[in-house]
Structure formats: structure tokens, C-alpha cells
């Protein structure tokens, strides 16, 4: 079976400091992966999605970046942190042809 | 007009009540449905998937109504342990996970 897993599950940082999360998913080839935020009372925003290796679409324009290396890896970065970028960030998946999309386990981020 | 939009409750309910929650959807060409559960600091979980005809798992019950662009979800017979936020998702591109739009969430607190 597919699973999807995401870290690190929580952390601090301070404003100006670079982030690195890191999501995998085991069980598949070739899946779509997706980074989405979810900020405190508001809904899920896409961030990132990519249909391959390589290949990064950007939804909204931010100081995050998004790297997909090898198939299943996904990699959300950020040089430089801004306290508006707190928030609950999931990595997430589907099938390539497929509409139903599975989420990691989720990163709090907590700007300070 | 917001593409997704669920009334954000919340919803208390006693053990036992049957209560439904509605989502309506802006683009009439959409073509996937789904209901997510997302408990406190976790990440959403496909509940299920919303088919044309209804659909039935359990003590939940999914509903589509294209002519009046909703969707609906109806737990019956409620359990503390069904106290979440439940997401509406629709898809408005087929095949494209990158085309999902979802609702800020339906808070449901079920209460002994």
C-alpha cells in the first residue's frame, strides 16, 4: 500500500533563518505531489505541485521554494522566513491520472 | 463568490443525533466530490468520495445535488469520537489533482 510521510513534524524558528521539510511517499511511481498551508482559520492553500521529476508549478507567489529530486521526494525550502509564514504545512499526493489526494502527516511551523 | 463554501458551524450535537452538513460549489463543471475529516493539529482524511447517485458507508451518508451545485453529508446516530472539522472537496478539472478546491471545514463537536 502507498503512504506518505512528512518531517519534521514540528518546529521554531526564528525570522530570517532557512527551512527544509522534507516529504516521501513509498508504494507508487511517478505520483503528483503537492505542498499546501494551512494557516489559522483559513482553508487549504496550494502551494506546489509537480507532475514529475524536476517539474515545479508555483501557486501563489512567496519566499518559499519547492525541489522534487528523485520521484518520490518533494522538498519545500524557504531562505529566509518571514513570521506570516507560520502555519500547518502538508505535503501531499495522488495518482497521476487520479483526483484523490492523501496527505502527510503535516509540519507546524512557528515563526518567532 | 468563494469556489467552495461550507457553513463553519460549529455544530454541537448530542450522542446519538443525526445531523447533515452541506457544501456548495461554484463551478458547475466540476466533477469530483469528497468529504475529508480533519481532526485538531492533524491532517485531513478521506472520509469519502461523493458519487452521483448517493452513496452510503456506515453511519455516513453522501449526497450530490448537480442542479443546485451542493453536496451534502449526513452521520447518523453520532459518536463523541465523530467530533472533527469536515472538509468538502471538489475537483474542477478531471484527472487533475492540482484543480482540487476545498472548503474551510465544517467544526463538529459531539457532545455526551
Known amino acids: 500500500s502507498q503512504t506518505i510521510h512528512q518531517w519534521p513534524a514540528t518546529l521554531v524558528q526564528p525570522v530570517g533563518s532557512p527551512l527544509s521539510l522534507e516529504c516521501t511517499v513509498e508504494g507508487t511511481s511517478n505520483p503528483n505531489l503537492y505542498w499546501y498551508r494551512q494557516a489559522a482559520g483559513r482553508g487549504l492553500q496550494l502551494l506546489f505541485y509537480s507532475v514529475g521529476i524536476g517539474q515545479i508549478s508555483s501557486e501563489v507567489p512567496q519566499n518559499l521554494s519547492a525541489s522534487r529530486p528523485q520521484d518520490r521526494q518533494f522538498i519545500l525550502s524557504s531562505k529566509k522566513l518571514l513570521l506570516s509564514d507560520s502555519g500547518f504545512y502538508l505535503c501531499?499526493?495522488?495518482?497521476?491520472?487520479?483526483?484523490?489526494?492523501?496527505f502527510g502527516e503535516g509540519s507546524w511551523l512557528t515563526v518567532v | 463568490r468563494k469556489e467552495v463554501e461550507q457553513d463553519p458551524g460549529p455544530f454541537n450535537v448530542p450522542e446519538g443525533a443525526t445531523v447533515a452538513f452541506n457544501c456548495t460549489y461554484s463551478?458547475?463543471?466540476?466533477?469530483?466530490f469528497f468529504w475529508y475529516r480533519q481532526d485538531c493539529r492533524k491532517e485531513p482524511k478521506l472520509l469519502m468520495s461523493v458519487y452521483s447517485s448517493g452513496n452510503e458507508d456506515g453511519r455516513f451518508t453522501a449526497q450530490l445535488n448537480r442542479a443546485s451545485q451542493y453536496i451534502s453529508l449526513l452521520i447518523r446516530d453520532s459518536k463523541l469520537s465523530d467530533s472533527a472539522t469536515y472538509l468538502c472537496?471538489?475537483?474542477?478539472?478531471?484527472?487533475?489533482?492540482?484543480?482540487?478546491?476545498f472548503g474551510k471545514g465544517t467544526s463538529l463537536l459531539v457532545t455526551p
Open positions: 472537496v471538489v475537483n474542477t478539472a478531471g484527472g487533475s489533482g492540482y484543480a482540487l478546491n
Open positions: 501531499a499526493w495522488t495518482m497521476g491520472g487520479g483526483n484523490t489526494i492523501y
Open positions: 463551478n458547475s463543471a466540476s466533477q469530483s
